[in-house]
């Protein structure tokens, strides 16, 4: 059974950190791009960050560049986002997808279940 899992959120203060975790079971994430995208009440879900399954070229959106990190580790099946300086605008449920390289929703076919980040005071 392919199945995606992340991990690592919880409830921070404005201007801290999380890191999260997606692992990959079932398959291995080698072959896939993968992406984070997260979606805040009464959102649409957007695309934060991704990398390549190639040669690691990552992209970013724009409201996350400079503060967010992604990154994979191949060996652990596992790829992560580290957040830092963390806004109360980055609340939302972070989910990871895997798929083909992009910020687009309809690039992923292989979803996880989300975790809630939540950054209030």
């Known amino acids: 059974q392919l199945q995606l899992v992340e991990s690592g959120g919880g409830l921070v203060q404005p201007g801290g950190s999380l890191r999260l975790s997606c692992a990959a079971s079932g398959f291995t994430l080698d072959y896939y791009a993968i992406g984070w995208f997260r979606q805040a009440p009464g959102k649409e879900r957007e695309g934060v960050s991704c990398i390549s399954s190639s040669d690691g070229s990552t992209n970013y959106a724009d409201s996350v560049k400079g503060r967010f990190t992604i990154s994979r580790d191949n060996a652990k099946n596992t790829v992560y986002l580290q957040m830092n300086s963390l806004k109360p605008e980055d609340t939302a449920v972070y989910y990871c997808?895997?798929?083909?390289?992009?910020?687009?929703?309809?690039?992923?076919?292989?979803w996880g279940q989300g975790t809630q980040v939540t950054v209030s005071s």
């Open positions: 997808a895997a798929g083909d390289f992009g910020l687009e929703y309809s690039s992923y076919g292989y």
